[in-house]
């Protein structure tokens, strides 16, 4: 019954901001890799960002570098994604995604995911 489930995602004209939530359920996921992960319609998941359990590592696909801030409060169970300076090709429906593995970019490394949340970036 653990669950990921994001929240935050909507409408925002290019330039803009949102922020991203991912809250944990079921267990807790101290430890665990967590990353976010997005799905154009008609394309692949393509990797987002990444951080490590203790939140001191993280790493940012280029296309989202300097604009994404990824986060965690595991106290509260809870990942975030902080997305500035939005773009129309950051349009997707975004994941959430949890491994007890060391921190990876690639989907297949992950073992628990999100239903996902949808953001529109109009121009």
């Known amino acids: 019954q653990a669950q990921l489930v994001e929240s935050g995602g909507g409408l925002v004209q290019a330039g803009g901001s949102l922020r991203l939530s991912c809250a944990a359920s079921?267990?807790?996921?101290?430890?665990?890799?967590m990353a976010w992960f997005r799905q154009a319609p008609g394309k692949e998941r393509e990797f987002v960002a990444v951080?490590?359990?203790?939140?001191?590592?993280?790493y940012y696909a280029d296309s989202v570098k300097g604009r994404f801030t990824i986060g965690r409060d595991n106290a509260k169970n809870t990942m975030n994604l902080q997305m500035n300076n939005l773009k129309p090709e950051d349009t997707a429906v975004y994941y959430c995604?949890?491994?007890?593995?060391?921190?990876?970019?690639?989907?297949?490394?992950?073992?628990?995911w999100g239903q996902g949340t949808q953001v529109t970036v109009s121009s």
């Open positions: 079921g267990r807790t996921f101290v430890s665990y890799a």
């Open positions: 995604a949890a491994t007890p593995e060391y921190y990876s970019t690639s989907p297949l490394a992950y073992r628990y």
């Open positions: 951080t490590s359990w203790s939140a001191t590592n993280t």
